[in-house]
């Protein structure tokens, strides 16, 4: 498939946001209390809001029609992408309350924070999946009905969101040890769930065959004698992009460098030393995250083959 970059943008940004959404929505409970805590997580909800609007807003530019794109909402019943437009709007909701709260000074929405964090944390984790189930539902590309669609796009989320959440509190002085601990985790089971997933594709054939579309036997071969057309059009603009090996098995590497190799590392010293200044790591980390996180999701759709690819 022909990588959209607004659709790379989209995925990447707002899965940031959502991650970043969902733990500070958890961790929030676990404040110490203290001005630093207080503050690093009003930034943290306020960067995921940033995310997330960009990352929403950016999906509108590869539409045909951009103005158009509130009818996607009325097919919620049938569609993952109606779905993941209704929840992207219904996460707004227990935001904006929080922030009228905490302006206000309200003792009815102070009363209802803890209602309204975990509808946050959930909405936005319900909202990547509904993203991840768009290209997983699709069956006539093997790559993105892969089981292991859904398990990366969320892990993703919550690996972007988790290492800005720890670098927002490092910034603070309120990061612990364990938030080290859990980067360490998460990379590593990350890099080997997207390897998983990379032999998986490489080793599944298309579910279909130029002899199977003809209703010929399996054991017949069908060739094709000329091109159908001299002109590119748009499906194989679109559905025809093709990357070589070799490059996809050195964006690979690099991929894995910098959303998995890279934050370890980073976390080590982390959870390692206790009283280390965890705020310059963090940083390295949630940089090098993000752009591993652009070139896994550009390899995700430049290596999608679509079966209609067949035909030419």
Same mark, same amino acid.
């Given at each position: ?95 904006? /309350?929080?922030? #009228? ?6 003792? !009815? &929405?102070? %009363?209802? +924070?803890?209602?309204? @964090?975990?509808? =946050? ?33 969320? /892990?993703?989320? #919550? ?6 959440? !720890? &670098?927002? %509190?490092? +910034?603070?002085?309120? @990061?612990?040890? =364990? ?36 209703? #010929? ?96």
């Amino acid at each position: 498939m022909h990588p959209a970059f607004s659709v790379i943008f989209f995925t990447t940004l707002s899965g940031a946001g959502y991650g970043l959404w969902f733990w500070s929505a958890l961790s929030v409970w676990y404040s110490p209390g203290g001005h630093g805590g207080l503050a690093a997580h009003a930034f943290a909800m306020a960067i995921g809001f940033v995310l997330v609007t960009a990352g929403l807003l950016s999906s509108t530019l590869h539409l045909g029609k951009p103005l158009r794109a509130w009818r996607a909402f009325s097919q919620w019943r049938s569609s993952w992408l109606s779905r993941e437009g209704v929840l992207a709007l219904a996460c707004y909701v227990p935001f904006a /309350l929080m922030v #009228l709260g905490a302006l206000t000074g309200m003792q !009815a &929405l102070k %009363l209802m +924070a803890p209602v309204l @964090l975990g509808s =946050l944390a959930l909405l936005s984790l319900a909202t990547v999946a509904c993203t991840a189930m768009i290209y997983a539902s699709l069956r006539p590309i093997p790559a993105w009905s892969n089981r292991r669609v859904v398990p990366v796009y969320l /892990l993703f989320a #919550l690996h972007t969101g988790g290492i800005l959440l !720890a &670098l927002l %509190l490092a +910034a603070f002085g309120e @990061l612990w040890n =364990l938030g080290g601990l859990a980067i360490l985790v998460s990379s590593l089971v990350l890099a080997w769930l997207k390897r998983g997933y990379w032999r998986a594709i490489d080793r599944e054939p298309l579910p279909s065959t130029r002899a199977s579309a003809l209703g #010929l036997p399996a054991d017949r071969v069908a060739t094709v004698f000329e091109r159908p057309h001299t002109e590119a059009n748009y499906l194989t603009t679109e559905m025809g992009h093709v990357l070589a090996r070799k490059h996809a098995r050195r964006l690979r590497a690099i991929a894995v460098v910098l959303f998995a190799a890279v934050p370890a590392l980073c976390a080590l010293p982390v959870y390692l030393l206790p009283h280390f200044d965890a705020a310059w790591p963090m940083g390295i980390a949630a940089v090098s995250v993000m752009l591993g996180a652009g070139v896994e999701r550009w390899l995700f759709f430049a290596q999608a083959r679509h079966v209609v690819t067949l035909y030419y």
